[in-house]
């Protein structure tokens, strides 16, 4: 009903002006105007927060210095506008026309600094001119390497997502947009912990970018036979050898004893 009541208000209020066109001052008054419709029951109107009736938790959180990276990703994979208040706030239809949430997210941004939305040479290794193919492989690599010890304790080797304590989960990463992944990491969001640029460079962060969509690139990295498992990671590829391999030794182990001369002897006399 939010989405429907502001799309009527907000494309009136905007149509017939584009966000390039609108100066800074104009894109948060309409920020504004969209936040108070669609956030502000759960931000405040304010972007303070709202505290839930039980007076422990968060209704919505504050704003104030998550800045327009935070807006631009909770809002571009249809995580805000929330619905209700939930374990987690999942990926959803965007609720929202690009300038509209450039208008939100230049609101968000004035309510205290906070990081901006990245640029494309910051999360796309393609876009960063005269890098060698060999350049490229390495950064790879090295983005590979960064996965590893900061991501794959949540989102598995290969970025195949899963699961948390109390019915929360860590998505797969497949098919996430760069920008949105580089935002995922300044800006932390829900259970996710925060990277910013003093524990992962934003060139970490585009070599993290670029091994995560080589992984999901089947012609940079080729199916190489045998049951792929979906990049389960050791452990749990371990684990399925164990119960499979094992298991059917114990199995055939088992027949083996039902079917000798001496199982049968005892069954004559
Ligand atoms: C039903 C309540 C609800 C509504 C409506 C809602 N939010 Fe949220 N929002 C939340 C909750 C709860 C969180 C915290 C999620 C978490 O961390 O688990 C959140 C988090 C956020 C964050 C991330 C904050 C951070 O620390 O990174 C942003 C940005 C945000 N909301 C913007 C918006 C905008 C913009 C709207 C309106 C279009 C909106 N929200 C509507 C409940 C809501
Ligand atoms: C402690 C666990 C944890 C770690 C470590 C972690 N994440 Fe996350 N990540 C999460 C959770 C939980 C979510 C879901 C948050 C949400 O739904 O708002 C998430 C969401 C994301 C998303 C959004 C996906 C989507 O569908 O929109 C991206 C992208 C992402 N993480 C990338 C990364 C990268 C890259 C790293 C390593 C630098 C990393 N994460 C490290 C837990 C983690």
């Given at each position: 009903?939010?989405?429907?009541?502001?799309?009527?208000?907000?494309?009136?209020?905007?149509?017939?002006?584009?966000?390039?066109?609108?100066?800074?001052?104009?894109?948060?008054?309409?920020?504004r105007?969209?936040?108070?419709?669609?956030?502000?029951?759960?931000?405040?109107?304010?972007?303070e927060?709202?505290?839930?009736?039980?007076?422990?938790?968060?209704?919505?959180?504050?704003?104030?210095?998550?800045?327009?990276?935070?807006?631009?990703?909770?809002?571009?994979?249809?995580?805000?506008?929330?619905?209700?208040?939930?374990?987690?706030?999942?990926?959803k239809?965007?609720?929202?026309?690009q300038?509209?949430?450039?208008a939100?997210?230049?609101?968000?941004?004035?309510?205290?600094?906070?990081?901006?939305?990245?640029?494309?040479?910051?999360?796309?290794?393609?876009a960063?001119?005269?890098?060698?193919?060999?350049?490229?492989?390495?950064?790879?690599?090295?983005?590979?390497?960064?996965?590893?010890?900061?991501?794959?304790?949540?989102?598995?080797?290969?970025?195949?997502?899963?699961?948390?304590?109390?019915?929360?989960y860590?998505?797969p990463l497949?098919g996430?947009?760069?920008?949105h992944?580089?935002?995922?990491?300044?800006?932390g969001?829900?259970?996710?912990?925060?990277?910013?640029?003093?524990?992962?460079?934003?060139?970490?962060?585009?070599?993290?970018?670029?091994?995560?969509?080589?992984?999901?690139?089947?012609?940079?990295?080729?199916?190489?036979?045998?049951?792929?498992?979906?990049?389960?990671?050791?452990?749990?590829?371990?684990?399925?050898?164990?119960?499979?391999?094992?298991?059917?030794?114990?199995?055939?182990?088992?027949?083996?004893?039902?079917?000798?001369?001496r199982?049968?002897?005892k069954?004559d006399?």
């Open positions: 009903m939010a989405g429907g009541l502001f799309a009527a208000f907000s494309s009136s209020a905007t149509a017939d002006k584009s966000s390039d066109s609108l100066t800074q001052a104009e894109k948060i008054e309409a920020g105007k969209l936040f108070l419709l669609s956030c502000a029951t759960c931000h405040g109107q304010n972007g927060g709202v505290v839930a009736e039980d007076g422990k938790s968060n209704l919505g959180p504050s704003l104030a210095g998550v800045g327009a990276a935070a807006a631009h990703f909770q809002l571009e994979t249809g995580r805000m506008p929330m619905v209700q208040t939930g374990k987690q706030a999942p990926r239809p965007v609720a929202f026309t300038d509209e949430v450039d939100l997210a230049a609101y968000v941004a004035s309510l205290a600094p906070g990081p901006s939305a990245p640029t494309a040479t910051e999360y796309d290794l393609n960063v001119k005269g890098l060698s193919a060999d350049e490229q492989r390495e950064a790879i690599v090295r983005g590979g390497k960064l996965f590893l010890t900061n991501c794959t304790a949540c989102h598995n080797f290969e970025g195949s997502g899963g699961a948390m304590p109390w019915g929360r860590a998505p497949k996430v947009a760069k920008q992944i580089y935002e995922a990491m300044l800006t969001p829900q259970q996710m912990p925060v990277f910013s640029n003093a524990v992962l460079t934003p060139e970490d962060k585009r070599d993290i970018i670029a091994y995560i969509y080589s992984v999901n690139d089947r012609e940079q990295t080729p199916a190489y036979g045998g049951f792929g498992m979906k990049g389960l990671g050791p452990v749990a590829e371990g684990l399925i050898a164990w119960l499979v391999g094992i298991g059917g030794l114990v199995a055939f182990a088992y027949w083996i004893a039902a079917h000798t001369a199982s049968h002897k069954e006399a």
